[in-house]
């Protein structure tokens, strides 16, 4: 549920998530950001390793009531990555992008992509509360899989200890999106060249089971490939 807080901040409330170019296709509306969120599945978190910048894919889980300015963005990952370090206390650019269709234009100029995309920056916060971490894992899992965290074990205090859980804050961040045909020049569509756009979307097979399963594919598993049919 989108809260009163959340839904009433600005969707670029700063200088560094104001959107620059493009501005015709920036997305105000702080819901549409939040449904964003819970389309995709991949996230991209850029950190600067040492001396170089890294730009990590990564499942994700949201908390829109989470204890961060905004609500909670989670990814997670091995303490052992050397990047979870460098992130952790440090400002770090998550951005999650939906790819809805190709454009193709009566020129190279006016080819593009239909899209929705959002970035989101600041501080990540190492989770180090237990019940948080449970809670932010969970979440990763049932974004994956709706549903799933409640059929499956608990986890062992050795699996918690290998993993690490950063938060990142939703108030900054920017969207947008693109929707449509081309935007050709007139003497372009005289000329008589095709201009249109190819839609595209998700699609999900029917569930493998693994070669040991025992077990009819549970509801959850096979709700979640209905979705995408």
């Given at each position: 549920?989108?809260?009163?807080?959340?839904?009433?901040?600005?969707?670029?409330?700063?200088?560094?998530?104001?959107?620059?170019?493009?501005?015709?296709?920036?997305?105000?509306?702080?819901?549409?950001?939040?449904?964003?969120?819970?389309?995709?599945?991949?996230?991209?978190?850029?950190?600067?390793?040492?001396?170089?910048?890294?730009?990590?894919?990564?499942?994700?889980?949201?908390?829109?009531?989470?204890?961060?300015?905004?609500?909670?963005?989670?990814?997670?990952?091995?303490?052992?990555?050397?990047?979870?370090?460098?992130?952790?206390?440090?400002?770090?650019?998550?951005?999650?992008?939906?790819?809805?269709?190709?454009v193709a234009g009566r020129s190279a100029f006016h080819h593009s992509m239909n899209y929705r995309s959002a970035v989101v920056i600041g501080e990540a916060r190492l989770v180090e509360d237990?019940?948080?971490?449970?809670?932010?894992?969970?979440?990763?899992?049932?974004?994956?899989?709706?549903?799933?965290?409640?059929?499956?074990?608990?986890?062992?205090?050795?699996?918690?200890?290998?993993?690490?859980?950063?938060?990142?804050?939703?108030?900054?961040?920017?969207?947008?999106?693109?929707?449509?045909?081309?935007?050709?020049?007139?003497?372009?569509?005289?000329?008589?060249?095709?201009?249109?756009?190819?839609?595209?979307?998700?699609?999900?097979?029917?569930?493998?089971?693994?070669?040991?399963?025992?077990?009819?594919?549970?509801?959850?598993?096979?709700?979640?490939?209905?979705?995408?049919?």
């Amino acid at each position: 549920m989108t809260t009163a807080a959340t839904s009433t901040t600005p969707l670029s409330p700063t200088p560094r998530t104001t959107v620059g170019r493009g501005r015709n296709r920036m997305v105000e509306d702080r819901a549409e950001l939040h449904r964003l969120l819970e389309d995709g599945l991949v996230a991209h978190l850029g950190v600067t390793v040492g001396d170089h910048p890294l730009v990590l894919p990564t499942a994700y889980g949201v908390d829109l009531d989470g204890p961060d300015r905004g609500g909670s963005l989670y990814v997670h990952g091995s303490v052992a990555a050397g990047w979870v370090g460098g992130a952790a206390g440090a400002t770090v650019c998550v951005t999650i992008t939906e790819l809805d269709g190709l454009v193709a234009g009566r020129s190279a100029f006016h080819h593009s992509m239909n899209y929705r995309s959002a970035v989101v920056i600041g501080e990540a916060r190492l989770v180090e509360d237990r019940e948080e971490r449970e809670r932010a894992l969970a979440l990763i899992v049932d974004h994956m899989i709706p549903g799933r965290s409640a059929t499956l074990r608990p986890s062992t205090r050795k699996e918690l200890a290998a993993t690490a859980v950063l938060a990142v804050p939703l108030h900054e961040a920017s969207m947008k999106a693109r929707a449509g045909g081309p935007v050709d020049e007139p003497y372009d569509v005289l000329a008589g060249t095709w201009g249109g756009h190819i839609p595209l979307r998700r699609v999900a097979g029917a569930p493998v089971p693994d070669d040991d399963a025992t077990v009819p594919v549970p509801r959850d598993v096979l709700a979640r490939a209905a979705s995408h049919h």
